[in-house]
């Protein structure tokens, strides 16, 4: 077979796998599934009112035709990018996938559908409630780094200079290091399981998106 004929069974099975899969393993989820999803980084990673952990990741791909810049990333590679929210388990919960490699994960992630659904109050995350042994009411939050905004329902570390000479806030970004890194561990996850993911792509912009969310529902299974 020619090389167009395998890059279109690909392009299909790939959206085949992401229709059929994605309604159910990657769902909105409900309140209770929040629930669990925080109970388990407080288990597992001793972070409370965590309901995921968020970052993004460049997918490297060969540069498109006429596409200038667009692509080009700070890392002087080509890309798309991977964003998304994994649980305790190293299991993804919602990804947003071709974007353009030049544009920041915070602009990313401002422009995409978790964000908006967050603005809007509408992904039915639990009501703040008091911290566990803390007589304080606390919103629960998704775990970034510092290129992600602070706000309600974003916890990223203190900088620098807030932790210097402060115990409490060094153990405030070591706990938040620990359950963040899920999604670092993710990411190495795919990469380990599709090797594909570990050079550039040469397939067209659209066969590459379709790639990437079959193979973020398939790990799942």
Known sequence: M??????NIVNEVSIAIWN???????????????KLIAKDFEQIWQFPHCVG??????????????????????????????????DAHYKFISVDIGSMGRHSDSNIFSSGALARKMNKQTLQLPQPALLPNYNQT?????????????????????SK?????????????????????????????LASQFRVFRKPF????????????????????
């Open 20 to 34: 059929t899969m994605q309604t159910l393993y990657l769902p909105q989820p409900t309140m209770e599934m929040w």
């Open 202 to 221: 040469e397939i067209k912009i659209e066969s590459v998106d379709n790639v990437i969310k079959a193979a973020c529902v398939y790990i799942i299974i």
């Open 161 to 189: 200079r807030n932790i210097t000479g402060n115990f409490e806030n060094k153990i405030f970004n070591y706990r938040l290091s620990r359950a963040r890194q899920t999604v670092e561990c993710t990411f190495g996850i």
């Open 138 to 158: 606390l919103p629960f939050v998704f775990v970034a780094d510092e290129a992600f905004p602070l706000c309600d329902n974003i916890m990223r570390p203190y």
């Open 2 to 7: 020619s090389d167009r004929t395998i890059s």
């Open 53 to 86: 952990a968020l970052d993004g990741k460049h997918i490297l791909i060969k540069k498109p035709p006429n596409s200038g810049s667009s692509f080009y990333n700070y890392k002087h590679t080509f890309s798309v990018v991977l964003m998304a929210l994994v």
